[in-house]
């Protein structure tokens, strides 16, 4: 369920950065927009916001994406997700393990299954994962399925309870978006009204961008390409005051004796998914939520995909999937329209 896609974001003026410098943005007169961009999460980060005073949040944005490392990074060895999966009885959970873990169970049950971070022993064998598995060959996965389950794992007074201790946990479809929030919820306390920011291609925005309109959002052509430097967009969005993610398996597969292998595991099956979605979107009130349905979609197919997102208020979602003659179509659900532009 690793993912990582590239959202373009269309802005009206040229932003010249390098990263981790700050580069203040003129634009009518006195208001000035502040660019941060930097690397966080095993990817990067963009951040655009109208900060009052014209302060540079930069290093609070980073702290923030930090914190989220600490307790959701499988990368990050100390990390609280990390000896969860190595069963260290000492770890205590956080605020940010917490709200993440419960918005992943309720998407897990709200997909039956689709969504699961419990899939991290699954990624790992296919070879998408933290783990040093070889992609050669076929793993077990009759062996493996034994401890994949979101209905195995529970939170008990700040500790994660486990059926099997085998179970390891992979976030990294929930945490990006949830980190995303996050970078979000520091500028609005520091006075931002108008802002955008994106971490590996999930987005937060709200107000208007330097242009004084909504904010506009390429979303990818998928065209498949594992190093990541053919980008078509497909359409153009305008978004303001919601969060949006994307998910693909155009970015990362292999292929295997002439077969195409994605990373996105099918957690009821244990294997890479099959099917007819070749991308994604999402827009709901949060980045978090976002970017687990968008991975869930993946997963589910087209009917069953639309099916779910009408069943949720406030969220939506737009699909590039392949017809049965193997051209590129789109679906979107009827609240989407109100955000394609003309």
Known sequence: MKKFN????????????????????????????????????????????????GIDLQKKLEESMHRIDLSMSTFQPQSIISRINRNDETVRTDI????VFRTAQEVSAKTNGAFDITVAPLVNAWGFGFGSES???????????????????????????????RIMLDASAIAKGF???MAAKVLEENGCKNYLVEIGGE???KGKNPKGEKWKIG????????TNVVNQIQTIISLSDKAMATSGNYRQFYYRNGKKFSHT????????????????????????????????FMVLGVDSSLLVCKSLPEVDCYLIYSDKNGKNRVIFTEGFKKYLTE
């Open 6 to 53: 590239k959202t373009y974001l269309v802005f009206s003026l040229l932003l010249l950065a390098v990263a981790g410098i700050a580069l203040i943005v003129q634009h009518q007169g006195s208001s000035k927009y502040i660019f941060n961009e930097g690397k966080a999460h095993g990817t990067y980060y963009h951040a655009t916001y109208l900060q009052p005073q």
């Open 96 to 99: 940010y393990f917490e709200t």
């Open 135 to 165: 992609r050669k060959q076929c793993p077990n996965i009759d062996s493996i399925m034994l401890f994949i389950g979101y209905k195995k794992i529970s939170l008990k007074q700040h500790q994660l309870v486990k059926a099997d201790k």
């Open 179 to 181: 980190s995303s929030d």
């Open 203 to 205: 987005i937060v925005c």
């Open 219 to 226: 979303i990818d052509k998928p065209i498949d390409d594992s």
């Open 265 to 296: 595991i099918d957690p009821r099956t244990g294997y890479p998914v099959n099917n007819n979605v070749l991308s994604a979107t999402v827009v709901a009130p949060s980045c978090m939520m976002a970017d687990a349905y968008a991975t869930a």
